[in-house]
């Protein structure tokens, strides 16, 4: 089974827990684990940024 990335347009492989819930919810947009660390990273960085602008 092959996914497309809504954010980079490259299709991945899908990890058995993704596959399933794409089974269940196909119409879910899917983001390849790369801009999944990516997003994540950037919304860490923005709370840091809060945290030390409420400090
Ligand atoms: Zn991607």
């Not at 997003?39 to 030390?52: A, C, F, G, P, S």
């Amino acid at each position: 089974m092959r996914v497309i990335c809504i954010l980079c347009e490259q299709s991945f492989k899908p990890d058995k827990w993704t596959e399933k819930k794409i089974k269940k919810h196909p119409h879910l947009i899917q983001i390849c684990p790369d801009c999944h660390e990516r997003i994540k990273q950037k919304t860490l960085e923005r709370q840091e940024k809060k945290m030390n602008i409420n400090q």
